[in-house]
């Protein structure tokens, strides 16, 4: 089991960047694959990237691929999410998610492989 929180969002300017953080509780946090994805009003949510258990790994939506990085340290049981050259487009509400199951080296934009969420934090980039 995992318990997470985002925090890091706020209000930017287009071409601004700015560093997403999840931290997260539990026994097993560095055994699990991690995701971000992303909520904007009237749309459903979206993959974001995602790094696998040991971060050797890492998967981009083709929408933030050279743009967005994902990081993970697990001695602080954190994952991060560095965005850069940030769009207007990018403006939603971000979560945080953990794998459903342990150990996953190729993590991928399937919703359903995860299991556990953050409250999300909003992202709100202006033109």
């Known amino acids: 089991q995992v318990q997470l929180v985002e925090s890091g969002g706020g209000l930017v300017q287009a071409g601004d960047s700015l560093r997403l953080s999840c931290a997260a509780s539990?026994?097993?946090?560095?055994?699990?694959?991690m995701g971000w994805f992303r909520q904007a009003p009237g749309k459903e949510r979206e993959f974001v990237a995602a790094i696998s258990w040991n971060g050797g790994n890492t998967y981009y939506a083709d929408s933030v691929k050279g743009r967005f990085t994902i990081s993970r340290d697990n001695a602080k049981n954190t994952v991060y999410l560095q965005m850069s050259s940030l769009k207007p487009e990018d403006t939603a509400v971000y979560y945080c998610?953990?794998?459903?199951?342990?150990?996953?080296?190729?993590?991928?934009?399937?919703?359903?492989?995860?299991?556990?969420w953050g409250q999300g934090t909003q992202v709100t980039v202006s033109s």
């Open positions: 539990g026994r097993t946090f560095s055994s699990y694959a």
């Open positions: 998610a953990a794998d459903s199951v342990l150990y996953r080296t190729f993590p991928g934009p399937r919703i359903y492989d995860y299991g556990y």
